[in-house]
């Protein structure tokens, strides 16, 4: 007999959670957390093979990818660059003896101190990282290697980083045709490639340069271009390619996979947020989080949460808050840190910096707090693996 599992993946300052709920999604369990502590920035998991991988990192630990076989029983790292405690364990013996450590030559040196961010399809494996660049890897993530073609893109002189640093936060792949992949960078905008990573494209145009002219805010739209400062971003389903993205002044849509892009910010609370999610068959239905500003805090509008939901591609906005804190509440929900499932109706999450999660089994019309007083939340994703 089949059996459908639904995992809600968690990615924390102190380790990875795995959040499973009884079939009708009301129930729910917290693990215990995984991956030795580490700072988990992105957490997903292929339904097929049942593989889940964590990556995060810190200047402390270096960068690295932790994998599970096994739903989250057992788990290995693999390290790829050394942190500050290399450096310590390499000058005291006793320190090194303490954490187990051996001095082993790592893939990428000391190049860049965190992954930001998966993507899987067709059985390969990205990571994005900060300092930005893109890896991949055709074995699960054991080996890796770099996507020269992004990291020697002619505008990589002139990439600068945002208040997180220059990090590669948003990998989008087409699961139709694995060679089409866009990329999320802070602060140097959207790239695309249609040939598998061999050549990239920027794309930041605005489809109506007079409408977006006039901001002061350097992450602004301005010079015929939107901000640069992508949050984050999405494919919607079926063909077409249409992009979504969450960047720091405002949502935006594009019907012509990045080469222009509209603003669909009108009936929205406010123009910034962190996370933006798209409907897994519906590609006009979309959910973002705004918060009230980049310098008012970083919470919701007038402290009371909502999530708001477009049905027609962002013509017009609906808030959703029944089962939101709707009183003095001052969370942040971060830019991996919404996710959502496959069902019918569609699942939706989201995770905060005070370590709640909150659910909606029916596309946000109604939400519930499904754990609370983890670590602040990083990531959310889902797997929905149906089982034998």
């Known amino acids: 007999m089949s059996q459908n599992t639904l995992t809600v993946l968690v990615g924390t300052t102190k380790g990875a959670f795995l959040l499973t709920s009884d079939p009708a999604r009301q129930a729910w369990r917290c693990s215990a957390p995984m991956c030795d502590g580490w700072p988990i920035n992105h957490?997903?998991?292929?339904?097929?093979?049942g593989m889940i991988w964590a990556a995060g990192g810190s200047d402390w630990h270096g960068a690295g990818v932790w994998r599970s076989a096994d739903q989250g029983a057992t788990w290995e790292l693999v390290r790829?660059?050394?942190?500050?405690?290399?450096?310590?364990?390499?000058?005291?013996?006793?320190f090194a003896a303490m954490i187990g450590w051996d001095e082993v030559p790592l893939l990428f040196g000391d190049s860049f101190s965190q992954i930001w961010s998966l993507g899987y399809v067709d059985s390969t494996l990205y990571a994005g990282t900060?300092?930005?660049?893109?890896?991949k890897s055709n074995d699960h993530g054991q080996s890796w290697e770099k996507v020269d073609g992004l990291t020697d893109h002619p505008s990589a002189g002139d990439w600068h980083g945002g208040a997180a640093g220059l990090v590669?936060?948003?990998?989008?792949?087409?699961?139709?045709?694995?060679?089409?992949?866009?990329?999320?960078i802070s602060a140097a905008g959207v790239f695309a490639t249609e040939d598998g990573g061999a050549t990239w494209d920027r794309r930041n145009r605005l489809s109506n340069t007079t409408a977006c002219a006039h901001h002061d805010h350097p992450a602004a739209p301005r010079g015929g271009e939107t901000g640069h400062c992508v949050?984050?971003?999405?494919?919607?389903?079926?063909a077409g390619d249409v992009l979504y993205q969450q960047n720091h002044h405002g949502v935006w849509r594009s019907a012509d996979g990045g080469r222009s892009w509209d603003d669909i910010n009108d009936g929205l609370p406010s123009?910034?947020?962190?996370?933006?999610?798209?409907?897994?068959?519906?590609?006009?239905?979309?959910?973002?989080l705004p918060l009230n500003g980049d310098s008012a805090g970083r919470y919701p509008p007038d402290a009371a949460a909502a999530v708001w939901r477009t049905r027609d591609g962002g013509q017009s906005w609906q808030a959703l808050r029944a089962g939101l804190p709707q009183e003095s509440c001052y969370f942040?929900?971060?830019?991996?840190?919404?996710?959502?499932?496959?069902?019918?109706?569609?699942?939706?999450y989201f995770g905060t910096n005070s370590g709640s999660v909150f659910a909606s089994c029916d596309e946000g019309d109604k939400w519930?707090?499904?754990?609370?007083?983890?670590?602040?939340?990083?990531?959310?994703?889902?797997?929905?693996?149906?089982?034998?």
């Open 130 to 135: 900060k300092p930005a660049t893109l890896i």
């Open 368 to 388: 519930q707090e499904i754990a609370r007083h983890l670590p602040t939340v990083l990531a959310v994703e889902v797997v929905d693996r149906v089982s034998s």
């Open 43 to 49: 957490i997903i998991g292929d339904p097929d093979s």
């Open 231 to 238: 949050h984050n971003m999405m494919r919607a389903p079926g």
């Open 80 to 94: 790829l660059t050394k942190g500050q405690m290399d450096d310590w364990a390499a000058n005291d013996p006793d």
């Open 168 to 184: 590669l936060h948003s990998i989008v792949t087409d699961p139709a045709n694995p060679r089409n992949i866009w990329v999320g």
């Open 271 to 288: 123009t910034f947020g962190f996370p933006i999610r798209v409907h897994p068959r519906d590609p006009d239905t979309v959910w973002t």
């Open 332 to 348: 942040t929900v971060l830019r991996q840190a919404m996710g959502g499932d496959m069902r019918d109706p569609a699942g939706v």
